[in-house]
């Protein structure tokens, strides 16, 4: 069976900046070890994707899609089809005064966050710090190696890959056409928004129910 739009896929992959030979993001922790990017507290696991929902970058998005199952594959991604192309506009020279109103001691690397936007410094010259607004990764050719596990079919399976993006405590119970939602996501504007999502991508649920998770006595 091949994949199509719409399809909940499992997938591993290695993705790497072809450039520079380097790795910047892996599904497989033996691989993360193998090219010291282990990090203790992040989970290393096959992730679940709904192709043509720009759950991944536009490229691999586009490219899964007609593909089979259990396979291993390797793409080329150009920026314009990855992080984007970098913008010369989005590379500006401020003032000191941006960032001691924050309490931060800008130097070259780091990753700050200025009226909600998250930039690199690049430079701290003179008082005054060169920051890129850009994509860490735009303007990168990207180099992919990914496998599909598997074209997951389980509605349940499918609503759970879902709300697993914004919690981790949750239980789910489908009936017919009703989901019923039990989990610590109280925020009605998140509850109607994940309502959305779900209707849009999973066409066997039509009806929403979201139930407030009783904490244990």
Do not use: W
Not at 2 to 23: A, C, M, S, V
Not at 74 to 102: C, M, R, Y
Request: glycine letters at 6%.
């Amino acid at each position: 069976m091949k994949t199509k739009l719409g399809d909940f896929i499992e997938i591993d992959y290695t993705g790497k900046l072809k450039e520079e030979n380097i790795i910047f993001d892996v599904t497989n922790e033996g691989t993360a070890k193998q090219n010291n990017l282990y990090h203790e507290n992040h989970v290393y696991k096959p992730i679940i994707i709904c192709l043509g929902k720009k759950d991944m970058v536009k490229g691999l998005d586009n490219f899964l899609v007609d593909k089979e199952q259990n396979k291993e594959y390797e793409l080329e991604v150009q920026p314009e089809d990855a992080f984007g192309k970098k913008h010369q506009e989005l590379i500006k020279l401020l003032p000191a005064s941006a960032f001691t109103k924050q309490n931060i001691q800008p130097y070259p690397g780091l990753q700050v966050n200025l009226n909600n936007l998250t930039a690199i410094v690049k430079t701290v010259s003179g008082g005054r710090t060169l920051v890129d607004f850009n994509h860490p990764l735009a303007g990168k050719t990207l180099i992919y190696k990914v496998k599909i596990n598997r074209i997951i079919t389980d509605t349940k399976e499918k609503l759970s890959s879902i709300l697993e993006q914004v919690t981790k405590d949750f239980s789910v119970e489908i009936k017919e056409k009703e989901a019923v939602i039990t989990s610590d996501i109280k925020d009605k504007k998140l509850q109607k928004e994940l309502e959305k999502e779900i209707k849009d991508r999973i066409s066997g649920i039509s009806n929403i129910v979201f139930s407030d998770m009783k904490k244990e006595k």
